[in-house]
């Protein structure tokens, strides 16, 4: 009843803190690694035209809303002057920038930072059947006769459409691609043919206008891409060279052939991109797109704490991890120890002496204080004045380490300092209530095995990634706790059992 | 698996084991004082007519020091114990006396200061579990009976019984040895002797884990020891649960040559090298008593009933099953 009891606490635990674990590193990014980086494309749209008299002024810029394969970091204009109106319609979204009364030269500028998230698919919902388009003679006969040929030739969407822009893409062209190719020459015009023609097969069809990204481009050009549907998915298809396949270095602006700019009151309107590569810290962007996405997460989070209380916490929320080493060793292996958290105090104290200093130092206070406390029996002091002048004489020992280590130039014995010495003076005092009770050979196991549990947590405790996972997911705690739950009903033998009831052991 | 010894078919009970299934499932947290405090268990057992060792006095203060001499008046000789204390320590055996020095019976001779800063000690919680302030209870000392004399060094052997609600179902003599010093103490060199619960006679001994069949210091064999009282001590034991409470229990005993069996201590929680003294395991004979309805069974019946568990042992059954 009880084991039952346990594991499905211990599952319900796991449960919750999986799921949350999962929702803040897959939904919210947050990285496993502290030094992650991730690739941040920032791109710099800049809209300029021309005003010959004083007037008013008005540029609608084309603007990306759910890139998908691409995730927004953030997003800003440059307006001066201008009034600046974000729309958000079913078209995708624009930004409308209108003046009153400007003249001249004329520059607006839009900067938009992704980086890359293959989750991410927002694409366009289902497209409806497109009408066969009426065009004129000799184009709807060239069209129709060219679609009946490659129809002939494939077998569904995908290899029609392959064909489709291979025909059209022909050097040597027919003499129907020629006809219809007449009028189109930019890639925005063959890729709008394209549309067409697919049309005249009935095949839903959209263009995507990217832009190209580079490491570092000033002149980024903006590159249409040929969207098919094929009854479940879209299907990206490059118009010029008719490969299947979003291309990796493109980012999908937006959708639909429109003009990416359209400004009245002005001339000479253009629009340019500049595309610039970086790298950010994983755990940066994760933050602004956790907050972005309106996620109360990072506001519970420990990174919301002030630094110096998120330091502390960072040790903390490793005190648990330590004592499931504990755990483990004990019940399951079978070290013996000087108190039962002792180890994890100690290594937390060897973070601030360094491992091997701190070891060194450890060993020599405790052999000291053994020997003081022997010492200081033979004045038969009562108990507690005999632990407060154990104290006492450890706090001048690690005082006269210090000293003397500086004066060497070592600096472990500076650090030292702050060292947990009430830990020391416990643990003197118990080992050598063992010693006194158990003889020295059990004071001796258990001061080694406290020393060898404590660097296995120090060392466990020191791999950056278990750090930085333990800090930004402190929802690992539940898993550590049903870890500890489930240990604590553990009843078979530890490993130092096999030895110690060796003899009795069946032959086998 | 197999890399590792097979300990589970001889049935030998882990620290886990039996901290998870035996004590925590069988000794109710509550009724623990009723054994770790000495002066309680002398008192419940001296009211249920159980025989222990003489209370001459208790010493619950530093002030009371002074009142030593008043209890040990008239005593040639006596025991010094922390109440609260545990595995044997702490304690102080006094053979004899003369003015301010006192011997105890491992020869060392003790002043008046130096007995004073012992109890002094005691008070502050040196031998008591977490160094809680404790009591020094002075008690008379055992005349341990002759029969064992050849095989103890120095020091009272005494009689481990575990108690599985309230029937005995294992049992052992622990002999003291010059490395235990004079004390009983397996884990210190003592030597351990299984008892055949039904027949009351030594079947197996060991030192440490390494099985021997003499006496290392008085060379006697340890090995087919016939223990007197052996039904009184088993009866006692099993009284020992009705009085407590305690559904996994360890009864010391001692053979005092004019008292017969005296109860030592009862633990709460008794050690697991009883085991590898019986080269046996206990989750046998423990399996096969939890199968069973216990409650409200006679003392007699209890242990007609440890004596039958005996045969659970796997070498029992194949011995039988030769036979």
Known sequence: MNRRHTVILAAILVLAGTSLFLYKARTLGLPLDAAQETEVWTMEAHVSFHRDSVGAAKAHLRI?????????????????????????????????????????????????????????????????????????????????????????????????????????????????????????????????????????ARIPAEIVQCVQLGEDRRMAEVLPILAVHNGNDWIYFDPQTGELGFPPNLFPWVWGSKPLIDVTGGRGDMVEFSVVRSLQPTMEIAQERAASLGSKIPEFSLLALPLRTQSVYGVIVMIPLGALLVVLLRNFIGIRTVGTFMPVLIAI????????????????????????????????????????????????????????????????????????????????ERMSVTWEELGAKDAITEGMGTMMTAVLIYLVMGVDVVRHVMFVFPELLLLILAATLLAGRYTGFRLTEYRRFKAMAADQ | MSLLPDLKSPGVMGINSRNGNYIMRYNPRRLFPLVDDKLISKDLAVKNGLPVPELYGVIRMLHDIRKFDQIVEGKEDFVLKPVHGSGGN?????????????????????????????????????????????????????????????????????????????????????????????????????????????????????????????????????????????????EIASRCYEITGLGYLGVDLVLDAALGPLILEMNARP??????????????????????????????????????????????ITRMAVA
């Open chain 1, 349 to 428: 104290a060897f973070r601030e002496t360094q491992l091997l200093g701190g070891l060194l130092f450890f060993t020599l206070i405790i052999v000291a204080g053994l020997g003081i406390r022997a010492y200081l029996e033979h004045l038969r002091l009562l108990l507690v004045p005999r632990l407060a002048s154990v104290l006492t004489v450890v706090v001048i020992l690690m005082t006269l380490v210090s000293i003397a280590s500086h004066r060497m130039g070592v600096d472990t014995g500076l650090s030292v300092a702050l060292f947990p010495m009430v830990i020391l003076t416990m643990m003197i």
């Open chain 1, 64 to 200: 990306p809303e759910n890139p998908f394969g691409y995730r927004i970091a953030n997003e800003n204009f440059v307006s001066r002057g201008y009034g600046l109106t974000v729309d958000e319609r079913a078209s995708g979204r624009q930004a409308l920038w209108a003046v009153r009364k400007v003249a001249g030269e004329q520059s607006l500028y839009y900067r938009l930072s992704v980086y890359a998230d293959p989750t991410r698919t927002g694409s366009l919902p289902k497209p409806t059947f497109p009408k066969v388009p009426e065009l004129e003679e000799p184009y709807y006969s060239a069209m129709m006769d060219l679609t009946s040929h490659v129809r002939e030739q494939s077998a569904d969407i995908l290899t029609f459409t392959s064909a489709l822009l291979r025909r059209l893409n022909d050097p040597t062209p027919e003499e129907n691609v020629s006809l219809l190719r007449d009028g189109a020459r930019t890639p925005m015009q063959r890729t709008k043919l394209a549309v067409t023609l697919l049309a005249g």
């Open chain 2, 90 to 234: 702490g304690i102080m055996v006094i053979g004899g006396r003369s003015r301010d020095r006192y011997r105890t019976t491992s020869g060392k001779i003790v002043t008046r200061d130096e007995m004073a800063h012992h109890m002094e000690n005691t008070l502050g919680g040196q031998f008591s579990l977490g160094g809680q302030p404790d009591q020094v209870l002075v008690e008379y000392r055992v005349k341990f009976d002759p029969i064992f004399d050849h095989v103890s060094y120095l020091g009272v052997p005494d009689i481990r019984i575990i108690v599985f609600k309230g029937v005995p179902v294992m049992s052992m003599i622990r002999l003291p040895t010059r490395s235990s010093d004079g004390k009983a103490n397996l884990h210190m060199g003592g030597v351990g002797a299984g008892i055949d619960m039904r027949t009351g006679i030594t079947t197996n001994a060991v030192v440490g884990t390494s099985p021997m069949q003499e006496h290392p210091d008085t060379g006697s064999p340890v090995v087919g020891l016939k223990i007197p009282h052996w039904d009184v001590m088993l």
């Open chain 2, 271 to 316: 050690g697991l090298n009883i085991q590898i003294a019986n080269a046996a395991g206990l989750l046998p004979r423990l399996h096969f008593l939890e199968a069973l309805e216990l409650d409200g069974m006679s003392v007699p019946d209890r242990i007609a009933l440890g004596k039958e568990a005996t045969n659970r042992d796997p070498r029992e």
